[in-house]
């Protein structure tokens, strides 16, 4: 086979995915690794509602549950949703564009694997003492050295360093979308996914860079008795809360930014139509980006930082809602008199509006200073950030599972057995949720543990607790979709299963590592769906066929991540019976970190060319592959 | 843009973003710079709030002198300059102009992390430990920030030197030496802040 001739095919696979700067690899990596975070969340969840199945329940001890609960929010967005979400970034944005790979394939490969190494060093919490038991946003002084275990010294180190990943893939994006669109590829031009998904990575540049502050700081307090949050010294406790939320408002965007895009993509092509007002969706994501910085204080309105404020604050929040409504409706004037087709990747998408609006609703109830008082830490707000959070950015990551699995896999899922996922999930996922609204308007707490026999709960935790387990078994049969598809898949792989409309769907499945031969000439938006119409069907070159230069793979990026995961390691045993010293430990993960950065800046690494005849090759035993199906 | 580029009549006009990756890295630096804003803002805003938390420890007013920060306001502003000089020469093709002005930016570089120790340990003997209040913690936090800036640059300009140090000016090593730069300037931007809220207002109170 002429495709061997490529460099990687050489390598082990182990090896090949250690040492990967391909984007596709990466995406896949990032699509395990966060399937295997958003398992463990999940499975938390289940022990969480286990124990609120029925009222004073024994089945974990509060300590335990509060570890649970934090670690399952903890999880859940940073290790979870967010690779979930970069593994579909990864893979599509240069495919979309039209290019060969990212800007920077080498901080690719980095970010990724200090993600990993992060998200393990949070994981290991659990080994060494017990995980972090302060909540997912950690609020001081419970998480100052007074109050909280080692657990809290995992969190901070830990998403410290999956934190520095984040931020160097989300710079690699945006540096991506704006130098290496293919020719006639305008800002206008491009696929609301990745339009979303440039505006995620700038929140992402300004949101996780003062969460790293925020995070050094509690990393100081609590290792380096630093002073910044205790008021005895003359700390304040209100800053952590503030830097938090300059972060955690963000984050949300962050995460449903993408997930709006997904919807933007699929929504068109089942419905047979050009995205409905494609130019406002475009300025309400970059409006709901510029907002989204300024309401930050809306998750603290009970901290009584004056009416002003709030006033403020609740009104900016309220203005959200404008830029949401407007992709809400476009979405639904997208469907209105389309051809629709409703499989799996449609029905969530199309449920995601409804759901989406759910949760939308109840966030301007929230936004409402006076009102939050009365909500504030119930079930309410429960209800509310899983409607978005599950309604919004997971069925959203579900559907383009669906959509974009025949493409990075070679053969779709199983459709039948994704419609029993969907409805069980949808199902499950409403009867946890929605009755959690009215528990919370009836005052039950959030983050309890126990609560007492006949107030009117019990009917409706235990209903809450019957659609947890629907959700895991909607999850559970999607591993087995995953596993039968892949047993009965067809002998060729699928190019284009579902008369796709952006770039992606132009090349060929499996997409060679070099994307396309010749970087495609793009006519209008929705490029591949112009020319099927008014030219042949597929896309016209924009250059001759020549060499094509590629990055060559490294270790580097693992060491790095490595260096940084045994420096925060070596700070935690601080706070352990070590029988070394912790600093030779820190030294040592500096050593190999800042080794590596300088080993990667002494060696110059051209990569190097596949040459123009093997192309060719490559290129002839792909389209012959597509005739002999 | 093309992946290579013709170097036989001389280096492009601008050396730095003549190649893609060059260009990329351009780009991608000034978004890792505006990250680095914010982060600078959350310590400058840290400090804000906290900087009257003395806890009856040492105040801003009793530490600070205006002589040894001015002067190493004033190392640092010239090694800006010089590597300003540097990046000029780098565009000329002048190779050897180029060495010397960052190894002088280097070297200033060097003289203001000294002057930045000497302060710290002057400080800690007059009684403001880390620890002592939730200003010094934030002041420490702050500035030390700054101060491993400052450690990560000379070590990243000294290997460049010392790797190109025969090399002469190439498409590869261009965009290295003007992506050093920028973070220097950087640098100084964030001590021209520090010495506006940190030293200005520890002094004159404000």
Known sequence: MVREAAHTLKKSLLWDLLTTVDHKKIAILYLIAGTLFFGKAGLMAILIRIQLMIPENTFVTGQTYNELLSMHGTIMLFLAATPLLFAFMNYLIPLQIGARDVAFPFLNALGFWFFFFGGILLSLSWFFGGAPDAGWTAYVPLSSRDYAGIGLDFYVLGLQISGFGTLISGINFIVTIITMRAPGMTLLRMPLFCWNSFITSILIVFGFTPLAAGLALLMLDRMFDGQFFLAAAGGNAVIWPHIFWIFGHPEVYILVLPAFGMISEIIPVFSKKRLFGYTAMVFATILIGFLGFMVWVHHMFTLNLGPITNSIFAILTMLIGVPTGIKIFNWLFTMWGGKLRFTTAMLCASSFVPTFVLGGVTGIMLAMSPVTHLYHDTYFVVAHFHYIILGGIVLGILGATYYWYPKMFGHCLNETLGKWMFWIFYIGFHLTFFIQHILGLIGMPRRVNVYLADQGWDGMNLISSIGAFMQGLAIILLLINVIYSAMKRPNHPVDDPWDGRALEWATHTPVPEYNFAQVPQVRSLDPLFYEKIHGDGTMKPSEPLADIHMPNGSFLPFMIALGSFIAGFGLIMKHMDAWINPYIVVVLGLLVMFGSMAVRSWKEDHGYHITKENVEAMEREALADERNR | ?206
Not at chain 2, 10 to 25: F, I, S
Not at chain 2, 71 to 79: H, P, V
Not at chain 2, 80 to 87: D, H, K, M, N, R
């Open chain 2, 1 to 206: 843009m093309s992946e290579t580029v013709d170097v036989s009549k001389g280096l492009p006009a601008h050396p730095e973003r003549a190649t893609l990756e060059g260009k990329n890295k351009f780009v991608g630096f000034w978004v890792f710079l505006s990250g680095e804003v914010t982060m600078f803002a959350t310590f400058f805003g840290t400090y804000l709030g906290l900087r009257n938390g003395t806890a009856g420890g040492p105040e801003a007013a009793d530490l600070f002198h205006m002589p040894l920060v001015f002067i190493m306001t004033m190392i640092l502003l010239t090694s800006s300059l010089t590597s300003v000089i540097a990046i000029t020469a780098m565009k000329k093709n002048q190779f050897k102009k180029m060495k010397l002005w960052m190894w002088i930016t280097f070297f200033l570089g060097v003289a203001f992390l000294g002057f930045e120790i000497y302060e710290f340990v002057e400080y800690v003997h007059y009684g403001l430990g880390f620890s002592t209040s939730a200003f010094a913690s934030s002041f420490y936090s702050l500035v030390g920030l700054h101060g491993a800036h400052v450690v990560f640059g000379l070590g990243w300009v000294l290997l460049l030197l010392i790797r190109y140090n025969r090399a002469g000016i190439t498409l590869t090593n261009a965009p290295k030496f003007y992506m050093f730069s920028l973070y220097w300037h950087f640098i100084d931007v964030v001590w021209v802040f520090i010495f506006t809220v940190v030293y200005l207002m520890g002094i004159g109170g404000g």
